[in-house]
């Protein structure tokens, strides 16, 4: 099994593509959020193991129970965030997680060229996530790192901001 794989269409939130935002940590990181509505069981097996084999490569020869208590990047977007706080409405009937990198992503439109305008949150596309596994001061678990991103289709704005164009069209 493979630790990376691209999605089918997912939503785009928190869109940091063309510049990086700075972590929790204090590292500079490219990223964005994913929603991949829950229908799609092919994303849940695939993330699954991708998820385990990352697991197994980092930490190899554990138990079977340790891998199932790694701590996970995916989350039920009808539930609560890790920080206890509930999730948006977009979030709704969709598995979120945030991939990231250092290197910034390649963004291609649908006939894979690159893109002129940046994709922004609420955008519809494909994503190449690679997972792997990390143990920092004793915080165990896997992440997804983000390779590119292929805008499928703009979607409307989730940051609730118009656009230029919108605004300024009757003049």
Not at 80 to 89: I, M, N, S, V
Request: charged share 25%; with cysteine; proline share 4%.
């Amino acid at each position: 099994m493979a630790t990376k794989f691209v999605t089918n269409q997912v939503r785009l939130s928190f869109c940091f593509l063309n510049k990086t935002r700075t972590n929790d940590r204090g590292e500079e990181k490219y990223s964005t959020t994913v929603l991949v509505p829950k229908s799609d069981q092919h994303f849940l097996k695939t993330f699954r193991a991708a998820e385990r084999e990352a697991a197994v490569k980092k930490f190899p020869g554990k138990e079977e129970a340790f891998y199932k208590a790694i701590k996970s990047v995916l989350h039920d977007g009808d539930g609560l965030r890790p920080t206890g706080e509930a999730f948006g409405p977009e979030c709704k009937g969709h598995w979120v997680f945030t991939a990231s990198t250092s290197d910034r992503p390649g963004c291609v439109d649908e006939n894979l060229q690159p893109l002129m305008e940046p994709i922004k949150s609420g955008d519809y596309g494909r994503v190449s996530i690679n997972m792997y596994g990390f143990d920092t001061k004793g915080n165990r678990g896997v992440a997804a790192g983000l390779n590119n991103v292929q805008l499928l289709e703009r979607g409307e704005s989730l940051g609730g901001r118009s656009d230029a164009a919108t605004d300024f069209s009757a003049f």
